[in-house]
């Protein structure tokens, strides 16, 4: 029996459809064994599903459903989104762990998360139109955002089984390395799924014009670069798989040819051990050192950006600065001409005031 799926509740959004009242939608994250996933919900659809519950369980779920407040909406009150949103997350949880699953169960709990039911394939499941794919929801920017966090995890822990596998074949431990090798090749399932996810998401949002065309070229640059990082950990990762299958041999097993060994290992060894073809030998690092010509280039190409766009930061800034300064002259200009007329204007009065005091003397 598959186990429940992890729920959350990571944010919210505000419906955005033209013609009708903005409404609150909760966003809904569910986590697969094999997938991961996000469905839209607003709070009537949570109202109709306990309804759903009671009619076809007979007794209400475990969790109480919050109530609707009346005098307050949740689009202008953040508060009583975010409350709402920590009870409607509470309310699925404890229906997805709770022991007794005859809540979760009924078809209406699976059709309410998009779920495909016990006695259908996953081809009929998707004909029929129950599977939401995960870039409905990431049509929403911030749920988007979400995603790609996600995903720079799912990346990263690509790179940390890698790593357990080679040094699990260092110290030959097959086992090890066979295990960290094929965790590997599902996180990078993962990511995959989740990078054809984001350029989905990010064509709705485009259509839908809910970003300006800078966050969404930003956007697509990390779609971009993802893709590219995935791409060279799972080549890395088919790479190693088949070097370490075929040179491996039973100890005792005849060589086949002496001569193709032999120039196999010179050439072996007058290559650097990362297999790059540098021009001089540069110290590796934690971050180049499971990556092809590909992946250094692709690194040193975001290295390079970084620092142009820091470099831009910096320019812009030294200009706000100059700009700043050349006010701070023109205002202390300002104020020195000011302070010239006042000296003058003193030195008028004095010299009136003396005469006045020569009158009062001859007087």
């Known amino acids: 029996?598959?186990?429940?799926?992890?729920?959350?509740?990571?944010?919210?959004?505000?419906?955005?459809?033209?013609?009708?009242?903005?409404?609150?939608?909760?966003?809904?994250?569910?986590?697969?064994?094999?997938?991961?996933?996000?469905?839209?919900?607003?709070?009537?659809?949570?109202?109709?599903?306990?309804?759903?519950?009671?009619?076809?369980?007979?007794?209400?779920?475990?969790?109480?459903?919050?109530?609707?407040?009346?005098?307050?909406?949740?689009?202008?009150?953040?508060?009583?989104?975010?409350?709402?949103?920590?009870?409607?997350?509470?309310?699925?949880?404890?229906?997805?762990?709770?022991?007794?699953?005859?809540?979760?169960?009924?078809?209406?709990?699976?059709?309410?998360?998009?779920?495909?039911?016990?006695?259908?394939?996953?081809?009929?499941?998707?004909?029929?139109?129950?599977?939401?794919?995960?870039?409905?929801?990431?049509?929403?920017?911030?749920?988007?955002?979400?995603?790609?966090?996600?995903?720079?995890?799912?990346?990263?822990?690509?790179?940390?089984?890698?790593?357990?596998?080679?040094?699990?074949?260092?110290?030959?431990?097959?086992?090890?390395?066979?295990?960290?090798?094929?965790?590997?090749?599902?996180?990078?399932?993962?990511?995959g799924t989740t990078v054809t996810s984001l350029s989905d998401g990010l064509r709705k949002i485009q259509e839908s014009n809910r970003l300006g065309e800078g966050e969404l070229r930003r956007r697509r640059d990390l779609v971009s670069n993802a893709r590219m990082e995935r791409d060279a950990l799972e080549k890395l990762s088919t790479t190693l798989f088949i070097a370490s299958s075929s040179g491996s041999h039973p100890r005792g097993s005849p060589t086949v040819n002496t001569a193709a060994a032999e120039k196999a290992t010179s050439f072996r060894s007058a290559r650097p051990a990362t297999g790059r073809v540098l021009g001089a030998p540069l110290p590796e690092t934690a971050q180049t050192r499971e990556l092809d010509n590909e992946g250094v280039l692709q690194l040193q190409k975001r290295e390079m950006a970084a620092q142009d766009e820091a470099v831009d930061k910096l320019a812009d800034i030294i200009r706000r600065q100059k700009a700043m300064g050349i006010q701070i002259k023109n205002e202390v200009d300002a104020q020195s001409e000011m302070l010239a007329a006042l000296d003058s204007d003193v030195d008028r009065v004095n010299d009136k005031l003396g005469v006045a005091r020569n009158r009062i003397k001859k007087l």
């Open 1 to 191: 029996m598959a186990p429940p799926p992890e729920i959350a509740i990571p944010s919210t959004s505000v419906s955005e459809d033209v013609g009708s009242k903005p409404y609150t939608l909760y966003n809904i994250t569910l986590r697969l064994p094999l997938r991961s996933f996000v469905v839209q919900k607003r709070y009537s659809d949570f109202a109709k599903l306990h309804n759903t519950l009671v009619q076809q369980v007979g007794v209400p779920p475990p969790e109480p459903l919050p109530g609707k407040h009346w005098l307050k909406s949740t689009v202008r009150s953040p508060d009583l989104a975010r409350d709402r949103q920590i009870a409607l997350e509470k309310y699925l949880r404890t229906i997805a762990e709770t022991p007794d699953r005859r809540w979760r169960d009924t078809s209406a709990w699976r059709a309410f998360l998009n779920l495909p039911s016990a006695s259908t394939t996953s081809s009929a499941v998707s004909a029929a139109g129950m599977v939401r794919p995960a870039a409905t929801g990431a049509a929403d920017p911030q749920t988007w955002l979400d995603m790609y966090r996600e995903l720079k995890q799912h990346l990263n822990e690509a790179r940390q089984c890698l790593s357990r596998r080679d040094a699990a074949s260092d110290t030959g431990n097959s086992k090890a390395a066979a295990e960290a090798g094929a965790a590997a090749g599902r996180v990078l399932l993962k990511a």
